[in-house]
């Protein structure tokens, strides 16, 4: 992998322009399709089982910068639930969490595993005094995990109290919107009570009014939280809330909340306001310009003001005069000033002169410079990036000569600040890679990704595999020289290739496990599948259907009925368990 990165960055390179704009040397870079950021890249290769995938970010190999924290997002399909990461976990931050991170120290190969997802019931009823709109009233089916949405509504003149019986996951018991996640079969029940009502009477000061829920009298039922908004007036602010002000969520807050748990009068209160305001006049010496531009400018008191001063070509920022008593920093170009009076500053400039300074560079091995080998002049302080491309059968070293204000002597591609004369080298090692085969079979019925037979792969390359058992068998283990494979009982896990490898992907036959379901009818009418025993797989999805004679109509299922979808309804679904 090493040596493809190197190819795609000569290939690059060769295509790289130079361009010196504002004694900054910019490399531009034209159709470059590999990387060329510095070394410690590492390679991330994402699958998953069946039942999922992963979203973030995505399935396949992707390269990241190395120490960084890449987001690992796994989803589930209908009918499955998220169970684990396996492969090259070290780094993974929790690898039973469907959405986790993992961090880049090396190069990884990680799996998504799902696994089938269990259906529960959910029975859903209210008492008297309101009703629950989402997801209704009933029995409904959900796969095990799945967050429920609970929205129970009061009738007039009565509240919500609370939700009872199978509570263990609802999020909050006390509130008529909530959620319950579904871990197992569970019957609730939305408990409602007469509530009484109260009345609010608000009022306001002069200077402003309240705009919610108005001014006067208005009644709510008991607990209703009722939106508070008072609006000032031009030239007034809000000032507090007074009166029966125990259940106001801020008395200080003009946009706020009161609980409906008594009769309450409250009063809005406004204040006036008043704003000073300062000239600030700047001026320039010398050759440049400023942000606010030169001139008077009118700030109301108290107000930090950011100033800036830009100097032309030729000339220097030197510094602010005047009434810099509340200038942040008089010596910064860019800096602020507060407005607590009338201030006049002047942006001061100076004439500049330009150094130049001499880059040598030069090749030791075999390859080549950005800047080309030779000398190169630049003006003082200029920050020059420098990059090497080594020949094909060799690899960057270092840069060695007057490495002092180099940023990374160990990169190839860096940058050197021009605070004086500099000779520099390039330095090329030769580079060798050793290979290795892995040979793969197979023991039993089923498949292998990369298939059976002989592959070759680069010293240390961490190679995914995967076994996949045929119809009527399943993966047992692998065998053979398994010392660095991932985990010998997972069908999709890796192996590191440090030697020549023989591996087996080992499958057993799967017993079917078979159960009966015996249909009969009480009353006239018939069924779908007919009435008697019918023999299926263990956790089939049976589609089952009545169908009343004339004069007659369905009521509902009875007997084993633990895993029909719904026993009042005609058409429905019995899982074989």
Known sequence: MNMRRGLERRRCLARVSMFLISAALIIGMTGCTGDLGPPGWYELTISSTAGGTVEVPREGKIEYRAGESVSLVARPDTGYRFDRWTGDTGTIASVNAASTTITMNGDYSITANFVAAEEYTLTIASTAGGEVTDPGEGGFAYYEGTVVDLVA???PGHRFDRWTADTGTIVDVNSKSTTITMNGNYSITASFVEAEEYTLTIASTAGGEVG???????????????????????????????????????????????????????????????????????????????????????????????????????????????????????NDASTTITMNGNYSITANFSETAVTQYTLTIAVSGSGSTLPAEGQHTHPAGTVVVISAVPAAGWQFANWTGDTGTIEDVDSFLTTITMNGNYSITANFSETAVTQYTLTIAVSGSGSTTPAVGQHTYAAGTV???????????????????????????????TITMNGNYSITANFSEAPVTE??????????????????????????????????????????????????GNVSAASTTITMN
């Open 212 to 330: 919610n829920p108005g001014e006067g009298a208005f009644t709510y039922d008991d607990g209703t939280v009722v939106d508070l908004v008072a609006i000032p007036a031009t030239g007034y602010v809000f000032s507090s809330w007074t009166g029966d002000t125990g259940t106001i969520a801020d008395v200080n807050a003009s946009a706020t909340t009161i609980t409906m748990n008594g009769n309450y009068s409250i009063t809005a209160n406004f204040s006036e306001t008043a704003v000073t305001q300062y000239t600030l006049t700047i001026a320039v010496s010398g050759s440049g310009s400023t942000t606010p531009a030169v001139g008077q400018h009118t700030y109301a008191a108290g107000t930090v003001v950011p100033i800036s001063a830009s100097a032309a070509a030729g000339w220097q920022f030197a510094d602010w005069t005047g009434d810099t008593g509340t200038i942040q920093n008089a």
């Open 153 to 155: 509504r009061p009738n």
């Open 515 to 564: 159960y009966t379901l015996t249909i009969a009818v009480s009353g006239s009418g018939s069924t779908l599948p007919a009435a008697g025993q019918h023999t299926y797989a263990a956790g089939t999805v049976v589609a089952i259907s009545a169908s009343a004679a004339a004069g007659w109509q369905f009521a509902s299922w009875t007997g084993d009925t633990g895993t029909i």
């Open 463 to 493: 190679v995914p595999i995967s076994a996949s058992a045929a119809g009527g068998w399943q993966f047992a283990n692998w065998t053979g020289d398994t010392g660095t494979i991932g985990n010998v009982n997972a069908a999709s896990t």
